[in-house]
């Protein structure tokens, strides 16, 4: 049973705020949310984690609902250079402390001039 | 600050053979994992390794096989090599104790091709 879904594609234009939302309808208690940026033929990027309500950095921001069912991912004003695939995890940390990041097929982002 | 490194960056394999692909983690981290990512799906989880030794493994066989130095490099063998294994093999590494160890920093990957 898939842990996530994510849509499989979305379109932009330069400069628009793009949403991408993940659900994750048994998370579990302990379960952090990130989510990753792949180019092609590249290896992923981490962007953003958190475990309830906003988290911001310089590049994104995660917003989280009170039950945690889904999470959205926030990119604001994008370039073309936000073209990609983005990754929606969900997970904890296995007894022992390691963290085991399990990928979905993502969402590929197509930013249009 | 040298972040996570692969070589090769490409490699070409027959069927049956043997292959041994290496991976140096960002400075400071001391946890390895490898992933296999097949052309359209998302990285899948081979195995991590952690004070040398193997600490969890995902659904693959046992001709996937790793090693980890005391430096925290590691190596990622296949053998008996099949033409499904042709991918990209990724190399991330982090922080096995840390509240950050959620943050892996992938390297560029190794593309294999079994002909």
């Known amino acids: 049973l898939a842990k996530t879904t994510q849509p499989i594609s979305m379109d932009s234009y330069e400069g628009q705020e793009v949403n991408i939302t993940c659900s994750h309808n048994?998370?579990?208690?302990?379960?952090?949310i990130t989510w990753y940026q792949q180019f092609p033929s590249q290896g992923p990027r981490f962007i953003i984690q958190?475990?309830?309500t906003k988290v911001t950095n310089e590049v994104a921001s995660l917003f989280i609902p009170a039950d945690r069912k889904s999470s959205t991912l926030s990119l604001p004003r994008v370039s073309l250079s936000d073209t990609a695939v983005y990754y929606c995890?969900?997970?904890?940390?296995?007894?022992?402390?390691?963290?085991?990041?399990?990928f979905g097929r993502g969402t590929s982002l197509i930013v249009h001039p | 600050d040298a972040g996570v490194t692969q070589s090769p960056t490409h490699l070409i394999k027959t069927r049956g053979q043997q292959v041994t692909l290496r991976c140096s983690p960002k400075?400071?981290?001391?946890?390895v994992s490898w992933y296999q990512q097949a052309l359209g799906q998302g990285p899948q989880f081979i195995f991590q390794?952690?004070?040398?030794?193997?600490?969890q493994r995902g659904n693959f066989p046992d001709r996937f096989s790793g090693h980890q130095f005391p430096n925290y490099s590691s190596e990622l063998n296949v053998n008996a090599l099949l033409l499904g294994d042709s991918a990209l093999y990724l190399c991330?590494?982090?922080?096995?104790?840390?509240?950050?160890?959620?943050?892996?920093?992938f390297g560029p990957g190794t593309r294999l091709t079994v002909t």
């Open positions: 400075s400071g981290h001391d946890t």
């Open positions: 995890l969900v997970g904890d940390r296995e007894a022992g402390g390691s963290y085991i990041p399990t």
């Open positions: 991330a590494s982090s922080l096995q104790f840390a509240y950050t160890s959620y943050e892996q920093y």
């Open positions: 048994n998370i579990a208690t302990n379960d952090y």
């Open positions: 390794y952690y004070e040398e030794e193997e600490r």
């Open positions: 958190g475990y309830k």
